[in-house]
């Protein structure tokens, strides 16, 4: 018994750390009508951070329209001029939060909603935060439209997802969310010496 204790409390500080696997089939893709083409991959150095998520290139234009990857509802709404310009968040039913980024509008519903709050408060940014029985969502459905807003160097989408628990990020690639079809073997292209 005490040795079952023992161990119980060795393994207790990793208890927290153990992050489930994600199952690929609970998800589809996250934009339409898109070659499939990447521009950044997770984890890549960025600047005082690294990236969070994917950028899905959307072939030099805006306006894909951007789907549900699984069921949930909107959990929060961002604008503002730098970082992910217009951006949507679902909280999905499987644990997991999907973020969108650098939108050109939302679906129509909820652009009205924030046109009317940009007027209200006189303010471009916004940072609105909902409950799961405003906007729910069910796999598939039409939350917005790619675009090129906040800190983007051209048209694409950023996807994330991360843990709604604590916000722990997932590598949707190596995790086989987002699976890039990539032939190319690597090719030796810089050498920083430090
Ligand atoms: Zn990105």
Do not use: C
Request: no cysteine; hydrophobic share 35%; charged share 25%.
């Amino acid at each position: 018994m005490r040795r079952i204790l023992l161990l119980i409390l060795a393994l207790m500080p990793f208890a927290g750390m153990a992050q489930t696997k994600l199952n690929p089939s609970d998800y589809i893709y996250p934009i339409r009508e898109v070659a499939g083409l990447y521009s950044a991959n997770f984890g890549e150095m960025r600047p005082g951070h690294f990236h969070a998520g994917i950028d899905i290139k959307t072939d030099g234009v805006e306006g894909k329209p951007l789907v549900a990857v699984a069921d949930g509802y909107v959990s929060r709404i961002s604008v503002q001029a730098g970082g992910y310009g217009r951006a949507i968040y679902l909280t999905l039913k499987n644990g997991q939060t999907a973020v969108y980024g650098h939108l050109s509008r939302f679906r129509p519903d909820i652009d009205s909603l924030m046109q009317a709050d940009r007027y209200r408060r006189k303010s471009n940014s916004v940072d609105r935060w909902f409950e799961a029985d405003r906007f729910l969502v069910r796999q598939g459905d039409l939350i917005g439209y790619s675009g090129n807003s906040g800190s983007s160097g051209g048209p694409h989408l950023h996807f994330e997802l991360r843990d709604t628990k604590d916000q722990r990020l997932r590598n949707v690639v190596s995790e086989g969310i987002i699976s890039p079809i990539d032939s190319l073997p690597p090719r030796f292209m810089k050498l920083h010496y430090v």
